[in-house]
């Protein structure tokens, strides 16, 4: 399935295809698109760490505007000045640090609102600033983002501009601002994410069968990667939240036909909407509830049908899109980790159609469009232990949009403050080998760029980014013999006309802003390969569809149901949270482990990176018993319409392309908890 991402109102959005902002037409201006800062008005302040007001002007740099806007709503995300981003993101690397004296020294979202986040002073000055337009405010008590919402006029009067239809240069068409945003007053605001509304392809895709091969029972996946060593001590995940960030409505019905057609237990699985509200007495100022609904944010509607054609854009009274990536997403974790619970966080904004162009029918925006709105969720309920994202974008093109050149931003700190709860995050490392940047050319097609470019927020030092194998396995679960475990590649997928729809191949490469994280940077090796930048991936599960795993969609709906292999690095990522759930069992049951953490989840290990990297770094032999297996060969190379563009190749050790290797679940189990100062449960 192809899909492409749309950067939207702080969400990494995947969808089925390029969407056309409706509204307003008008004629066909040829002018620069990048909005120049209005002479005289009010500006912002913002502290010393965010320089420039961020709003996503570099995304208009190929762009120009076509004529006015008009939408009826919007919603928009907004960062109110941080009292310390420095100090949070600090935070996060110390408290995964097996090394730091704050190791494992949790906060609650409070906390991190009292510490990091935006002083209530601050919120309640941005607040009332958008309350005079009219706007609907609500927030979340770590107080990172709050998001605002309005109708057009009253959007533009607040920010001190008009929203313009802008074109890119492959023909696609979007909202944004015609000069850059500002304020009558000065207003403690450091971002707004939302205000362009612009795609950013990439894919991460499902693939169906070849008529003989459906895709791997997870009975053999869990045979290949030694869960089934976990499982025979009675570790799978019991006890243990899994949060998956949505990206489409699931169907009640998908869980049992996969559990049917495949006979796997499954774990079970909790929808969590997102919910952002206005801080009152009502709430206990803390900006949570259900007592009010000033952003449309609300509760999803349910799946009452599939979407023919694939997954739609919107969701209408009759279609909820019930998009394959929610499928693959839950069902790996839910059958790797029967025994954990899956909180599936989804957040749909009935008031919003990306600024208003809704096609007949549609109701609002949801999942895909919403991530980040699911993430501040997920933080302030501090109850997902493992956090799986498969999604994201070039790690470029979130530069001046996510966060600045010194890596400080909206992105950064929300994954810092799940790094400080302790929450595991695992995202994909993208699909597109070492080109997950792409450009559109005439036939609103992408295609990759000249320049290797990894992927974001697999880059960001808060996340663990999880790479792609091909695995050839018998119906056991064996390797097959003669065969070796390869980096995923175009080459192993047969796949590769040039475009991102048919170019595969596990993502990695190093950041363009991140310095390498503590656990990277200690490994002379790796600074030397990455040029002392963040690399990527960190670790690598199945994702080449010629192996990958079974996926089920639309299980219920007779005529519809589809049943095929899968594949991506997006089946990767709750693949390895699946593991890690079945890790945190083990320490909150080992005593020793347990009591090494403070706070209200005292078992959890927070940033799996740290230890994984001291695990690596202790044996980097992989002499047996290893937690680890080698990947040596392949690389992440791509095929641009007949022409080879060299990526980074898999070798001995670490490498930008599988990382440190796969798992052996039972191994890592044993020395994460007697790395993390518990002792080992001898498994297998």
Request: net charge negative; proline share 7%.
């Amino acid at each position: 399935m192809k899909t492409s991402l749309l950067v939207r109102a702080l969400a990494f959005a995947v969808a089925s295809s390029l969407f056309a902002a409706c509204g307003g037409g008008g004629g066909g201006s040829t002018t620069s698109a990048l909005p120049q800062t209005p002479a005289g008005g009010g500006q912002n302040t913002v502290p010393g760490s965010l320089q420039d007001f961020s709003w996503g002007a570099p995304l208009l740099q190929n762009a120009h505007q076509i004529g006015p806007a008009q939408f009826n709503q919007m919603s928009v995300d907004v960062m109110v000045n941080p009292q310390n981003a420095q100090g949070l993101l600090q935070y996060a690397q110390e408290v995964a640090d097996p090394g730091s004296g704050v190791y494992r020294h949790f906060l609650t979202p409070e906390q991190i609102g009292q510490q990091f986040g935006a002083s209530q002073n601050d919120v309640t000055a941005a607040e009332a600033y958008f309350q005079k337009y009219n706007l609907g405010v609500g927030t979340w008590p770590q107080h990172l983002l709050m998001v605002v919402t309005g109708k057009q006029a009253d959007l533009e009067a607040a920010f001190g501009t008009k929203f313009g239809v802008f074109q890119g240069q492959g023909g696609n068409q979007f909202i944004a601002p015609e000069s850059a945003p500002h304020f009558t007053q000065v207003v403690p605001i450091a971002a707004v994410v939302g205000l362009v509304n612009e795609h950013l392809n990439l894919t991460f895709f499902l693939r169906p069968g070849n008529g003989s091969y459906f895709g791997e029972h997870p009975a053999q996946i869990a045979r290949a990667f030694d869960y089934s060593g976990a499982y025979s001590k009675s570790f799978t995940g019991a006890g243990i939240n899994i949060g998956i960030i949505g990206t489409g409505g699931i169907s009640p019905a998908d869980y049992p036909a996969f559990a049917a057609a495949t006979g796997a237990k499954m774990a079970p699985i909790t929808l969590v909407p997102a919910v952002a509200q206005t801080p009152s007495a009502q709430n206990n100022n803390t900006g949570t509830g259900a007592f009010d609904d000033p952003t449309g944010l609300s509760t999803p509607p349910a799946v009452t049908a599939p979407c023919s054609g694939g997954s739609a854009t919107f969701p209408t009274a009759s279609c909820n899109p019930e998009d394959g990536e929610a499928q693959l997403d839950t069902e790996q974790a839910a059958s790797l980790a029967p025994g954990a619970n899956v909180l599936f966080y989804l957040a749909f904004n009935h008031n919003d159609c990306l600024g208003g162009g809704c096609p007949p029918g549609a109701i609002g925006l949801q999942g895909l469009y919403l991530t980040d709105d699911e993430i501040q969720q997920a933080i302030a309920d501090n109850t997902a232990d493992v956090i799986t994202m498969s999604y994201g974008l070039g790690d470029p093109e979130a530069l001046g949009y996510y966060f600045n050149t010194s890596g400080v931003g909206v992105g950064p700190l929300e994954f810092a403050a799940l790094a400080a709860e302790g929450i595991a995050a695992f995202a994909s490392s993208g699909d597109n080998g070492a080109y997950n940047c792409s450009t559109l050319n005439a036939q609103n097609q992408a295609v990759p760029t000249a320049q290797t470019c990894a992927n974001y927020p697999a880059t960001d030092p808060s996340v663990v980014a999880i790479g792609g194998v091909n695995y050839p396995m018998d119906n056991a679960g064996n390797l097959v013999a003669g065969q070796q475990i390869t980096a995923w590649a175009s080459n192993t997928t047969a796949s590769g006309d040039g475009f991102f729809d048919n170019s595969a191949g596990s993502g990695g490469g190093p950041s363009g802003t991140f310095a390498a994280p503590p656990w990277q940077a200690a490994i002379p090796a790796i600074t030397a390969m990455t040029g002392g930048l963040r690399g990527t991936p960190d670790i690598s599960m199945l994702a080449d569809p010629n192996t990958g795993p079974f996926l089920l969609m639309n299980g219920g709906f007779a005529g519809f149901e589809a049943q095929g292999a899968s594949g991506g690095t997006s089946a990767a990522s709750p693949e390895f949270a699946a593991a890690w759930a079945l890790v945190l069992q083990a320490c909150k049951q080992n005593a020793a482990c347990a009591a090494g953490g403070t706070g209200p989840h005292p078992y959890r290990l927070g940033n799996p990176a740290g230890l994984l990297y001291k695990i690596y770094a202790a044996n980097s032999s992989y002499a047996a018993p290893s937690a680890f297996y080698d990947i040596t060969a392949g690389s992440n190379s791509v095929n641009n319409q007949g022409t080879i563009q060299p990526g980074f190749n898999a070798g001995p050790g670490y490498d930008e392309v599988t990382g440190v290797g796969v798992p052996f679940v039972g191994y890592l189990i044993n020395q994460a908890l007697t790395t993390a100062g518990g002792t080992s449960p001898s498994v297998p």
